[in-house]
């Protein structure tokens, strides 16, 4: 062999051992990459790759504050999926889904009890988003969680996770706030919960390491709409006088459930809700009517998903619509020294009002729509006009001012 021969040979194995070295330290550092990020592709019985994880909670107002929160941790890379449910004021809860050999502690899915079970959560090291959101069995339906945790299926995109509002007939037990002798004047849908709380939620987003302990402290904030509504009721001048005992309200157009990653509220069906009314002065302090007084400032507060119009300021039914019931009383003209107490029902569709408003953005397919903030003033400029039997009808007006209709059939004394 020559000595050029021999030159080139030197070389070819050197090149050799160079591939081979740098195919070694490749494949090392996939070891070691796929032990901190993929329980599964490492083949150990017992994995240490994982890290303990506790929740705290601060809400922005006490009247927000609740007690049982749900918790899913979605790791990023490599995904797995784990959730629990704990408490907000002591962060101890369950396993629903996931968790380590040494922390499977688990509950059925639906099992609303966030009992002091684990007050640190263990789970497999990687870059994690945590979502919160607050368990209220009363007023929502988790079922696309449930079947999430059923599942375990990491196919599943959280922006498929749906909270939905529990429908109620209008005399049902279940409903808070029931009127026997309410006639329903828009009979097109159920009733959600009056006064009901917000929904919250907030995310954060931490890796979980080996031998640390990670503190995932959460600020929910509401995805709901808090609205306050306001209208004016006349007495007709020269009617018999009368007084304004309690006004009732229902307002329709409520979307009937909320994507929890977006916010964005399915509008394909809306509901109804129910609250009580409350006699205002200027400064919106309770007053009491009087025989004297020409006019009473209703005021309402609701907190719902949103609010959305019906399809045009004409239609009398469906979505957008607002009914009142007004609790009256008199003297009877004929025996001064009786008491007579009525019930007058109307209803006013608030297109144009909530028009004005702008609570809400739609999306480009018109499917969902997005609140634009979390508070809204709804102020209905038409009076509502009574002469103690019944409402009187606004006029059609073509300045954009929606009218009030009378419902009451026939004047009724209880």
């Avoid at 007084?243 to 964005?264: A, H």
């Amino acid at each position: 062999m020559t000595r050029e021969q021999m030159k080139e040979r030197r070389t070819r194995m050197r090149l050799a051992d160079g591939v081979r070295a740098v195919a070694l330290v490749s494949w090392m550092v996939l070891t070691a990459m796929s032990c901190t990020t993929d329980v599964e592709l490492c083949r150990m019985g017992s994995h240490p790759h994982s890290g303990g994880v506790s929740f705290s909670y601060a809400f922005d107002a006490d009247e927000d504050a609740t007690d049982s929160m749900f918790v899913i941790a979605n790791r990023i890379v490599n995904r797995r999926l784990s959730a629990m449910v704990v408490s907000s004021a002591t962060g101890d809860g369950k396993f629903l889904l996931g968790g380590t050999e040494a922390s499977a502690d688990t509950v059925a899915a639906g099992d609303s009890t966030a009992a002091a079970a684990l007050s640190s959560f263990d789970l497999p090291v990687g870059d994690y988003r945590f979502m919160t959101f607050n368990l209220d069995t009363t007023e929502l339906k988790y079922d696309d969680l449930y079947r999430f945790i059923a599942r375990g299926d990491t196919d599943m995109g959280m922006d498929e996770i749906y909270v939905e509002y529990r429908s109620y007939d209008k005399e049902e037990p279940g409903l808070r706030e029931t009127l026997p002798d309410w006639q329903d004047y828009n009979p097109y849908s159920g009733y959600i919960q009056p006064n009901m709380r917000s929904v919250l939620l907030d995310t954060v987003a931490a890796p979980v390491s080996v031998g640390r302990h990670l503190s995932c402290h959460f600020r929910p904030v509401p995805m709901t709409q808090n609205i306050d509504l306001y209208f004016n009721i006349q007495k007709k001048e020269g009617a018999a006088p009368f007084i304004v005992d309690s006004v009732m309200g229902e307002i329709s157009g409520l979307p009937y459930r909320i994507r929890l990653v977006t916010g964005d509220l399915d509008i394909s069906k809306t509901y109804k809700m129910m609250f009580r009314m409350d006699c205002v002065d200027a400064s919106g302090a309770h007053i009491d009517d009087t025989y004297s007084a020409s006019s009473v400032r209703c005021y309402g507060n609701i907190n719902v998903p949103g609010l959305v119009p019906g399809r045009s300021a004409d239609v009398t039914t469906g979505p957008g619509i607002m009914q009142v019931i007004i609790y009256v009383h008199t003297t009877n003209p004929a025996d001064p020294a009786e008491t007579l107490v009525k019930k007058l029902q109307g209803k006013i569709n608030l297109y144009n009002t909530l028009r004005d408003a702008r609570l809400i953005d739609y999306t480009d397919d018109m499917s969902f729509v997005r609140r634009t903030a979390s508070h809204g003033v709804l102020n209905i400029k038409a009076n509502l006009v009574i002469d103690g039997e019944t409402i009187i009808e606004n006029p059609d007006n073509d300045w954009g001012i929606d009218s009030w209709i009378s419902c009451s059939d026939i004047v009724v004394d209880i």
